[in-house]
């Protein structure tokens, strides 16, 4: 059974970076039939994606939050991580990790998640 | 504003079906698979329903999806308590080159 767990501080400054970790086991992040995604979701709103990594490192954004995200894979740790630059209120959410099943070599679903950690941007 | 639109709400009697519904558009639903996710309040989603219709393993019969041009419904049968929970839908949109989500529907089991 595929299990993510997120680990980061709870707690950011205003115009600092956040930075989280995903930690999976069961599973390895170098295996070629997934991605690897974060998912956010501010207090009482729905979910919004990030974006994902592929073991080879080839990445894939959320055009609104580009500029600011950062998503890299270590395969010897079975991690992958996330910046997020220049943090504002806005940026405070639950963040989860998850895995994305490919269907036919596209991304298709999330289908195995982190149990979610609570980042609050605060001065 | 979500690129995908749900109702906030919806509710039923156990064992009433019950039909939530996800709007979108042709750069979106019109053109990719959708999936639902069932939220247990204060948890992580879950995976219900990929691929338009297909249910993981372990998830009951008594969930069922369904597409139709632009348009997606997640239908619950043999509603039950346990049930009641936050859906949400989600699809690749072709314009954004991002995965969106719609905002997600409360069901509540009266």
């Known amino acids: 059974q595929v299990q993510l767990q997120e680990s980061g501080p709870g707690l950011v400054k205003p115009s600092e970076t956040l930075s989280l970790t995903c930690t999976v086991s069961?599973?390895?992040?170098?295996?070629?039939?997934?991605?690897w995604s974060w998912i956010r979701q501010p207090p009482g709103k729905g979910l919004e994606w990030i974006g994902y990594?592929?073991?080879?490192?080839?990445?894939n954004y959320n055009p609104s939050l580009k500029s600011r995200v950062t998503i890299s894979v270590d395969t010897s740790k079975n991690q992958f991580s996330l910046i997020v630059s220049s943090v504002t209120a806005a940026d405070t959410a639950v963040y989860y990790c998850?895995?994305?099943?490919?269907?036919?070599?596209?991304?298709?679903?999330?289908?195995?998640w982190g149990q979610g950690t609570l980042v609050t941007v605060s001065s | 504003q979500s690129v995908l639109t749900q109702p906030p709400s919806a509710s039923g009697t156990p064992g009433q079906r019950v039909t939530i519904s996800c709007s979108g558009s042709?750069?979106?639903?019109?053109?990719?698979?959708v999936n639902w996710y069932q939220q247990l309040p204060g948890t992580a989603p879950k995976l219900l329903i990929y691929?338009?219709?297909q249910r993981p393993s372990g998830v009951p019969d008594r969930f069922s999806g369904s597409k139709s041009g632009s348009s997606a419904s997640l239908a619950i049968s043999g509603l039950q308590s346990e049930d009641e929970a936050d859906y949400s839908c989600?699809?690749?949109?072709?314009?954004?080159?991002?995965?969106?989500f719609g905002g997600g529907t409360k069901l509540t089991v009266l």
């Open positions: 989600a699809t690749f949109d072709d314009t954004l080159n991002a995965w969106v």
């Open positions: 990594i592929y073991y080879s490192g080839s990445t």
């Open positions: 691929s338009n219709n």
């Open positions: 042709s750069s979106n639903i019109g053109s990719n698979t």
């Open positions: 998850a895995r994305v099943t490919m269907t036919a070599w596209y991304p298709d679903y999330f289908d195995y």
């Open positions: 069961g599973g390895s992040v170098s295996r070629g039939s997934y991605y």
